[in-house]
């Protein structure tokens, strides 16, 4: 079964702090995004990549860097939280020029 | 700018029902629509989705709709059901490997 795995759950971390965020995928997927999901906002992209080693920039990526080292594994980092931060974040990959993305379980994320 | 759009933050049916979720585009360039389902704490799931070429597709359910003149597409889920009650993302696909996603519709069936 198609699998996309979020380090964590949960994670409360203080304003400042570097965050990292992980996803791995099992589906041997080209693609891999990370999204943010907010109240009213919907999914908003923050960065995406095609390939190891490749990043593009989404709608919102200030604030973020991501790494993707492995083809499988897709890192959201923050470089020093702020409270806007707080938010739910998703993981998500496809194959390339597939229709249908995988979504990971999420990271509730909240910055004090 | 919002490229896809869901104006109805929420929906409530009666169980039996019909529930129609309605979501509309502005890039006529999109060539594959999506519907997700969300519940609280999860990600989203895929549940059904059409090709720009076609203008209707149905699987058990759900049946989504395209009118691309109106750049307008409608899910509708009958009969509706209590476990349908979820946040349901609009999103639509650039040759599939660009994603835009709706507000979504937080959808109600009462029992």
């Known amino acids: 079964d198609v699998k996309v795995t979020q380090s964590s759950r949960y994670l409360v971390k203080r304003t400042g702090e570097k965050v990292f965020l992980e996803c791995v995928q099992d589906?041997?997927?080209?693609?891999m995004f990370w999204y943010r999901q907010d109240p009213g906002l919907g999914l908003r992209l923050i960065y995406f990549s095609y390939d190891v080693k490749m990043k593009e920039k989404g709608d919102i990526p200030e604030g973020y860097s991501v790494s993707r080292e492995k083809k499988e594994r897709f890192s959201l980092i923050l470089e020093s939280a702020s409270t806007n931060q707080t938010s739910m974040y998703l993981c998500?990959?496809?194959?390339?020029?597939?229709?249908?993305?995988?979504f990971g379980s999420g990271t509730q994320l909240s910055v004090l | 700018d919002q490229q896809v759009k869901q104006n109805s933050p929420s929906l409530s049916v009666q169980e039996g029902r019909i529930s129609i979720l309605n979501c509309d585009y502005t890039n006529s360039m999109f060539d594959y629509f999506l519907w997700y389902k969300k519940y609280p704490a999860e990600g989203p799931t895929f549940l059904i989705s059409i090709s720009s070429i076609k203008d209707k597709n149905e699987d058990g359910r759900f049946t989504v709709f395209l009118n691309k003149s109106a750049k307008h597409l409608s899910l509708h889920i009958v009969p509706s059901q209590p476990g349908d009650s979820a946040v349901y993302f609009c999103?639509?696909?650039?040759?599939?490997?660009?994603?835009?996603f709706g507000t979504g519709t937080s959808l109600t069936v009462i029992p």
């Open positions: 999103a639509a696909s650039l040759t599939g490997n660009q994603f835009y």
């Open positions: 998500a990959s496809s194959l390339w020029g597939s229709e249908k993305l995988f």
């Open positions: 589906m041997d997927h080209e693609n």
